[in-house]
């Protein structure tokens, strides 16, 4: 009889592996279980009423962090909705549009862009893009909404062009090589045939900018101009979740004040997994 | 060179004083070679002899592979081809191609074929399905999959992929067809079929077939042409150049001496 016999490398590989999963799974729960114990005092009683309110008066009691939840809201979602037709087509150009020689140095620019400080991005834009707006709006700092946004949007978009181009030079050569052989242009190559094999890569990249959006806490917290109020004017200030978080625990760290950033986290923490669930589910490769 | 394929059929195509290079490398050396209308010319040579890269050279595929370089002329239309000015989208509607390994995209049946017909701008429902099925028709592989049109390509049998992908070819209506291998992956029947359609393609279309397998060539084509090295060593009628090859080295490679 032949004997399934497991090799010490295999089982090691594959522990490790489980390890590993297991580790990360874990972690992941014990930070919401972490968060949701810390928020206990703010949770129970009557201060959880007044969570879901767009008061924040801690003095008072008043612990409302709805403005903050628009405000990221506010921020992320128009920057992500700017970055990625911009990433798409930075992508496109530069995988299959650019002529030949100016590709590889496109690539390594986004490659490059990754690569820089959030914190750069940050106050280059306090110098250069806030007093612009100031000049633009004719009122108010110009620490408002749309700085942010615009230097967010910059941001994120090196790692979504960086997801797509590899989603689309994933696509098989033949394929390609067919389309140039039966006479398409090498636009009608990207719409009739990169667009539909990378569907799902391409939604994760819009994911994944949005996540990266949402989580950003340095940007909005330079440029937004971090005031408590429900963002209605793209030229006023806003404050995000995340920044909300950093400027809090900067002040305090025992207070029920403080405790209400543990309302955030938990806030924050359901948003990305809800949005998570909801592109898995709308992405989902159809039954074979 | 004697150019001893002079038939009563026109000239579609011809190569004159053809080399191309890869980087440094000289892989077709001065080629001159013409293919005449509706016939069926195979290319044959041991590997690496520069035959698929002569056959890319036809619809300029070769572009699409970096730091490659021709020179001399490919004439048709009364064109020369290589040109810059030449729009090579529009060239290739003219001259299309079957490759080695079929590739049908992950798409039903009918979108294969139907694709090639959209990428060129054919909108009107009712035109496409009319070009498909005869496209289909033409690859004689319409009564094999007429009932299920709208079945992944990929449940096909390999011998039934690549008619598919010949199917896909005509759809945009070339004139020339170039095949570059399209039976070596394929079994003793499915390969049958091939060489039987290509024979009835050959009444409407000028096909240029690379081959390695030597029957193929006897039993498919009318003209012969022979590489080694990159150089055009003998090329003539199919059954002359299988039975009285001029040049020592194309009767040992067609006598299985090398290759």
Redesign the interface.
């Known amino acids: 009889m032949i004997k399934a016999r497991r090799r010490p490398h295999e089982w090691i590989g594959e522990g490790a592996a489980a390890t590993a999963a297991l580790i990360t799974f874990a972690l992941t729960l014990a930070i919401f279980g972490f968060m949701g114990w810390l928020a206990m005092p703010l949770l129970q009683g009557e201060t959880l009423t007044t969570l879901f309110t767009s008061v924040w008066r801690p003095d008072r009691g008043q612990f409302g962090i709805l403005p903050m939840a628009w405000g990221t809201l506010a921020v992320a979602l128009p920057a992500t909705l700017l970055a990625f037709p911009l990433s798409l087509g930075f992508a496109c150009f530069a995988t299959h549009l650019a002529p030949?020689r100016l590709r590889k140095t496109l690539k390594g620019l986004a490659g490059l862009m990754t690569g820089i400080p959030t914190v750069v991005y940050g106050f280059s834009a306090v110098f250069l893009l806030v007093p612009l707006i100031r000049e633009m709006a004719g009122r108010g700092s110009g620490f408002s909404i749309i700085a942010a946004v615009l230097v967010l949007a910059l941001l994120i978009s090196p790692t979504m062009i960086l997801i797509l181009i590899s989603a689309f030079e994933a696509v098989?050569q033949?394929?390609q090589?067919?389309?140039?052989?039966?006479?398409?242009?090498p636009e009608?190559t990207v719409w009739?045939?990169l667009f539909p094999?990378a569907t799902r890569s391409m939604v994760g990249a819009l994911l994944l900018g949005l996540g990266r959006a949402i989580g950003d806490t340095l940007i909005a917290l330079m440029l937004a101009g971090n005031a408590v109020l429900a963002p209605t004017d793209p030229f006023g200030p806003a404050r995000t979740l995340t920044s909300h978080i950093g400027l809090v625990m900067a002040a305090d760290v025992e207070s029920l004040e403080f405790r209400s950033v543990f309302a955030c986290g938990l806030l924050l923490y359901l948003l990305i997994f809800v949005l998570t669930l909801l592109v898995r589910y709308l992405t989902r490769r159809p039954a074979a | 060179m004697t150019q001893e394929n002079k038939t009563t059929h026109d000239t579609i195509i011809q190569t004159q004083d053809l080399s191309l290079f890869y980087g440094d490398f000289q892989a077709l050396h001065e080629i001159s070679l013409s293919f005449a209308q509706r016939e069926v010319t195979a290319l044959i040579g041991p590997s690496g002899c520069g035959k698929s890269s002569f056959l890319r050279c036809l619809?300029r595929?070769n572009d699409?592979t970096?730091g490659t370089r021709s020179e001399g002329e490919v004439v048709f239309e009364g064109k020369n081809i290589l040109g810059k000015k030449i729009d090579v989208?529009?060239?290739?509607?003219h001259i299309?191609?079957v490759?080695q390994?079929a590739?049908p995209?992950?798409k039903s049946i009918y979108d294969n074929v139907a694709?090639?017909l959209?990428?060129?701008g054919l909108k009107n429902r009712s035109m496409v399905a009319a070009r498909v099925e005869k496209s289909l028709k033409q690859a004689a592989l319409w009564e094999e999959v007429k009932d299920r049109l709208n079945k992944p390509a990929l449940g096909l049998s390999g011998g039934q992929q690549q008619r598919l992908?010949i199917a896909?070819?005509l759809a945009?209506e070339p004139e020339i067809l170039l095949m570059d291998e399209p039976a070596s992956a394929l079994d003793p029947i499915a390969t049958q079929k091939i060489e039987e359609l290509i024979l009835e393609l050959k009444e409407r279309y000028t096909i240029i077939i690379v081959t390695h397998n030597m029957q193929q060539a006897s039993r498919v084509s009318d003209t012969t042409a022979f590489f080694y090295m990159g150089k055009l060593i003998e090329v003539g009628r199919t059954n002359a150049l299988f039975t009285k090859p001029i040049k020592k080295e194309t009767e040992d490679y067609i006598t299985g001496r090398f290759g």
Do not use: I, Q
């Not at chain 1, 067919?178 to 242009?185: K, L, R």
């Not at chain 2, 989208?89 to 509607?93: D, E, G």
């Open positions: 030949r098989p033949p394929w090589r067919c389309f140039d052989s039966m006479g398409a242009t009608e009739h045939l094999l | 619809n595929m699409l970096a989208v529009s060239l290739r509607r299309g191609m490759f390994k590739n995209f992950p694709y090639g959209v990428v060129n992908c896909r070819a945009v």
